[in-house]
Each structure stands twice: as structure tokens, then as C-alpha cells.
T-cell receptor, first 115, second 110 residues
Framework: GAGVSQSPSNKVTEKGKDVELRCDPISGHTALYWYRQSLGQGLEFLIYFQGNSAPDKSGLPSDRFSAERTGGSVSTLTIQRTQQEDSAVYLC?????????????FGPGTRLTVT | GENVEQHPSTLSVQEGDSAVIKCTYSDSASNYFPWYKQELGKGPQLIIDIRSNVGEKKDQRIAVTLNKTAKHFSLHITETQPEDSAVYFCASYRDDKIIFGKGTRLHILP
């Protein structure tokens, strides 16, 4: 079946512009996670959704970052007034449930470059 | 909060030899420890996991061991092959939060 998809795969934007990154999770997965991976670094947790609500927003680096999920499916990560330090690969993952150990299925990521 | 340390950051082994990657965690209530493999240009993919009630798990050439007392767990890859070259992440899971290590870049030398 279809896995997690993300779009765009690559995004180049000018400093100060807003960007929207999209994640389509696996159908039926209630949990959705966003991570940031800087060059050569590990996975930095940003936010997760249980259904359409986000119980834990502690990982968002600043108030320029926001995310929403609608219909328990598609999620959008928005970065306002982008800065060069926002350049990274943004990964989305989904899992069947939240609240118990469960495999996370990752998308291929969106590579964001802020010039 | 939970902290996961992963070592080494880079590892080079001769093809056919074994590779070992080690992780430590701080939260004794963590109960699930997955390992992910990330190939270039792709998202991480689960390769093996272990739960806190088990000390060792094996799947073909890959094995994971868990020492709850010492709060560390390790990934063992035997008879390494070129396709094992990738970045490997350990993770520790408690309740609904998962914390990843910083990753190990594994190079398999011909």
C-alpha cells in the first residue's frame, strides 16, 4: 500500500518568505509526527498529532513554526519569515496509534533551503 | 526529560566483519527501543525493535540487546554487506514520546 508522502520534495525559498510543507500519512494512522533533520544531525522532534489535536508542541523551535492537521489525515507544517537556520530536511512520520510503542513510518522528507 | 546518547557517530568496518552501535538512555520508565536505518535521500525505516521485557532479539544478521539495569542497548550487525552502509538511529520510547539518538554513519569498506 501507499506509504507516507511529503511535498514538495525540495523547496528553495528566500529569507523572510513563508513556506508550507505537506504530509500525507498512511491511511488510518491516527498519529502523525514532524521532525527536523539538519545536515549530519539526528532527528529533532517538532510536534505530533493525535487525530487533529497536537498534545505536545514543545519541540517547535519558535513561534514562526506552526502545524495543523485536518480530517485526521493531511498535515501542514508552516514556517513564517524563514531564516537561514531553518534550512534542513523536514520529515513526517505516522503510526497507527498514539499512547503505546508503535512503529513510525517515515516519509522521504522535504529538503528546505533558505537563501 | 529523556536523553539518548549514541556512539560512535561514525563507524567503518570491513565487509564481512561485525558492527556494533551502542546507545544509553536516562529514563528508567522507557519501555520500547527501536532502531531505524536511513539511506541517502530517504526517510528512516524501522529495522528491529525491542521491548523492555526482553533482553535480546535477533532477525537474521541483525540483533539488539537491552540491559535495563545499565540503561543501555546495542545494535549488532554480523557479516556486514555493502548495502548495510547507511545512518542508523536508536530511539527510546516512553508513553507517547520517542527520543532519537544523533545517529551513527556506518561505512562498509570493500
Amino acid at each position: 500500500g501507499a506509504g507516507v508522502s511529503q511535498s514538495p520534495s525540495n523547496k528553495v525559498t528566500e529569507k523572510g518568505k513563508d513556506v508550507e510543507l505537506r504530509c500525507d500519512p498512511i491511511s488510518g494512522h491516527t498519529a502523525l509526527y514532524w521532525y527536523r533533520q539538519s545536515l549530519g544531525q539526528g532527528l529533532e522532534f517538532l510536534i505530533y498529532f493525535q487525530g487533529n489535536s497536537a498534545p505536545d508542541k514543545s519541540g517547535l523551535p519558535s513561534d514562526r513554526f506552526s502545524a495543523e492537521r485536518t480530517g485526521g489525515s493531511v498535515s501542514t507544517l508552516t514556517i513564517q519569515r524563514t531564516q537561514q537556520e531553518d534550512s534542513a530536511v523536514y520529515l513526517c512520520a505516522s503510526s497507527l496509534v498514539v499512547g503505546g510503542p508503535d512503529e513510525q513510518y517515515f516519509g522521504p522528507g522535504t529538503r528546505l533551503t533558505v537563501t | 526529560g529523556e536523553n539518548v546518547e549514541q556512539h560512535p557517530s561514525t563507524l567503518s568496518v570491513q565487509e564481512g566483519d561485525s558492527a556494533v552501535i551502542k546507545c544509553t538512555y536516562s529514563d528508567s520508565a522507557s519501555n520500547y527501543f527501536p532502531w531505524y536505518k536511513q539511506e541517502l535521500g530517504k526517510g528512516p525505516q524501522l529495522i528491529i525493535d525491542i521491548r523492555s521485557n526482553v533482553g535480546e532479539k535477533k532477525d537474521q544478521r541483525i540483533a539488539v540487546t537491552l540491559n535495563k539495569t545499565a540503561k543501555h542497548f546495542s545494535l549488532h550487525i554480523t557479516e556486514t554487506q555493502p548495502e548495510d552502509s547507511a545512518v542508523y538511529f536508536c530511539a527510546s520510547y516512553r508513553d507517547d514520546k520517542i527520543i532519537f539518538g544523533k545517529g551513527t554513519r556506518l561505512h562498509i569498506l570493500p
